[in-house]
C-alpha cells in the first residue's frame, strides 16, 4: 500500500493483487467488487465488515467500487478507522472526500497523526490535480548511493509499495536530483553509481496544483510510468502512476461526453444516482435548450407571410435544420477531441476555420446535389406535384443545404474555442446546443435565400 511518507509504510495486501491475484480460490476482488456494487450499502457493509483486512483493503482500494463512501459509515467505527488506515492514500482520501462530512470528519479524527495528516495534504488539493492524484508512496535514495544500495533498499520496502516504477535521487537537501528506472537499476554493475544510470537531462516534473489533463499529456509525450511530484524547492511530494492517471482520464472522459449530450456530468454510476438528483441533472439544461428553441418559433413568425403564400417551403424545414445541426455535431465533435488530444491549440482558430469553410461548402453541395435530385424525381415521377415552380423550389432547398451546413460546420467548429477562451470547458459545446444554435440561424438563412429565388414567382 502507499505510504505515510517517504519511507515509512502500510501493511500491503499480504500476496492479495487486487484483480491479478484471486483472493481465494476461484473468486477475485474485482469479482467480489461487482458483487458488492449490486447490494444495498447495509447489506455490503454487512459482507465487508466479515472479511479479512487484506481482502476488505484490496475491495475498498478499487476505484470501481464506487459504493465505498456510503459502505464504509455503515462499518463500527474502529473497523473503519482500522480499513483506511491500511488503504492507499490517494484512493483513501477519494473516499473521504466523497463521504458524508461528519463521518469523513470522525474517522479522519480517529486516525494516527501522521495517517491524518498525510491525507489531509491530499484532501487540500483538488480531485483532478496532481496532487489530488498523487501518492506518498515512492523510492528515494542519496544520489551518492551505488547500484547495489539502491537495489538492497528496494527489497526492503518493496512489500510496502504498490508498485516500483523508478527511484528517486536526492541531493543533500532533499531535492529531486534525477529519476532511474527499475530496468536500468536491474541491468546495472552492482558497483557502479546510481547517478551513472540517469539521464543526462533533468527529470520531468509537475507540482501538486497542475491539471490532471496536463500530467495525462506528459505521461504519454514522455512514455512515463510515473510521474515526480514536487513542492516549490524541487523536493519530492508524491508520484502520479499511470493507472491513476488512466483511472481520471476515464473520469474525465465520462464526464466530457456527459456534458456533450446535454447533461450536467453526473457525480455517481447511472444506476447509483437517485431519481431527483438525475432530474436535476437533466432540467437544467433542458430547459436552456428548450428556451433556446423558442428563437426557432419567433424565426418562422417572422417569415409569417412567405410562409402563408409558399406553404410547400414548410415541407423542407426538418431537413434544412438536421442537416445545419448534423453538420454543426460532427464539427465540434472533431474539434473538441482535437483540443483535448492536443491536436490543435486555442491558436489555431484560424487554421480550423480555414478548413472548415471549404469543407462546409463541399458538404452542403452534396447535400445540396441530394436534395435536388429527390424533389426532381418526386416531381417526375409523380409522387408529389411541387407545382409549376418545382425548379425554383429545388434550387431553393439545395442553395440553403449549401448556406445552412456551411454555416453549422463554422459555428460547430468555433464555439469550443469561443468557449474555451472564455475559461469554460470546451465539452459544454454540447451537440443539442450547437443543433440548436444552427437551427435558429439556419431558418433566417433558408428563408433569405427563398425569397432571393422564388422573389416574383411564388413569394
Do not use: C
Not at 412567405?306 to 414548410?314: K, M
Amino acid at each position: 500500500m502507499r505510504t505515510k511518507g517517504v519511507m515509512m509504510v502500510n501493511d500491503p495486501l499480504a500476496g492479495v493483487n487486487a484483480g491479478a491475484r484471486p483472493a481465494k480460490r476461484g473468486v477475485y476482488i474485482a469479482d467480489i467488487v461487482e458483487m458488492l456494487q449490486a447490494l444495498t450499502p447495509e447489506a455490503a457493509a454487512a459482507k465487508l465488515g466479515r472479511m479479512a483486512d487484506v481482502r476488505a483493503v484490496a475491495v475498498l482500494d478499487r476505484p470501481e467500487f464506487t459504493a465505498a463512501p456510503d459502505v464504509l459509515p455503515l462499518l463500527p467505527q474502529p473497523r473503519a478507522v482500522h480499513l483506511v488506515a491500511q488503504m492507499a492514500e490517494d484512493r483513501a482520501a477519494d473516499v473521504l472526500a466523497a463521504m458524508d462530512e461528519a463521518a469523513s470528519v470522525q474517522i479522519l479524527g480517529a486516525l494516527a497523526p501522521e495517517v491524518r495528516t498525510s491525507l489531509r495534504s491530499l484532501l487540500a488539493w483538488p480531485e483532478d490535480s496532481a496532487g489530488g492524484m498523487m501518492t506518498t508512496e515512492f523510492v528515494a535514495a542519496r544520489v551518492s548511493a551505488s547500484v547495489a544500495e539502491v537495489l538492497d533498499l528496494i527489497r526492503t520496502v518493496e512489500r510496502s509499495r504498490e508498485t516500483v516504477y523508478s527511484v528517486f535521487l536526492l541531493d543533500e537537501r532533499g531535492r529531486l536530483d534525477a529519476t532511474i528506472s527499475l530496468r536500468r537499476l536491474i541491468a546495472a554493475e552492482p558497483g557502479s553509481p546510481a547517478i551513472d544510470l540517469a539521464r543526462d537531462r533533468e527529470p520531468v516534473t509537475v507540482t501538486p496544483a497542475t491539471d490532471r489533463e496536463a500530467v495525462a499529456d506528459l505521461i504519454r509525450r514522455h512514455d512515463l510510468l510515473a510521474l515526480p511530484v514536487v513542492d516549490d524547492a524541487g523536493r519530492p511530494l508524491g508520484i502520479v502512476t499511470i493507472d491513476d492517471v488512466l483511472d481520471a482520464l476515464v473520469a474525465e472522459h465520462t464526464e466530457d461526453v456527459q456534458k456533450f449530450g446535454g447533461v450536467e456530468a453526473l457525480d455517481r454510476p447511472y444506476l447509483e444516482t437517485g431519481f431527483f438528483e438525475m432530474i436535476r441533472k437533466r432540467a437544467g439544461w433542458l430547459s436552456v435548450l428548450f428556451l433556446s428553441e423558442m428563437l426557432t418559433a419567433s424565426a418562422m413568425q417572422h417569415f409569417e407571410d412567405e410562409l402563408a403564400r409558399a406553404v410547400v417551403l414548410t415541407l423542407f424545414i426538418p431537413l434544412i435544420m438536421s442537416s445545419g445541426g448534423n453538420s454543426g455535431s460532427q464539427a465540434t465533435s472533431l474539434i473538441i477531441r482535437a483540443l483535448a488530444m492536443g491536436q490543435v491549440r486555442l491558436r489555431d482558430w484560424w487554421r480550423v476555420g480555414l478548413r472548415e469553410l471549404p469543407a462546409g461548402i463541399v458538404l452542403g453541395a452534396i447535400l445540396g446535389t441530394v436534395g435536388f435530385a429527390r424533389i426532381a424525381a418526386w416531381q417526375v415521377l409523380g409522387f408529389y406535384d411541387y407545382g409549376n415552380h418545382w425548379v425554383l423550389i429545388a434550387t431553393t432547398v439545395s442553395a440553403g443545404l449549401v448556406g445552412i451546413v456551411t454555416f453549422g460546420s463554422l459555428a460547430g467548429s468555433m464555439l469550443p474555442f469561443l468557449l474555451q477562451r472564455l475559461g469554460f470547458d470546451p465539452a459544454s459545446a454540447s451537440a443539442p446546443f450547437v443543433a440548436t444554435l444552427v437551427d435558429v440561424t439556419g431558418l433566417v438563412i433558408y428563408f433569405t435565400i427563398a425569397l432571393a429565388i422564388l422573389s416574383g414567382t411564388l413569394l
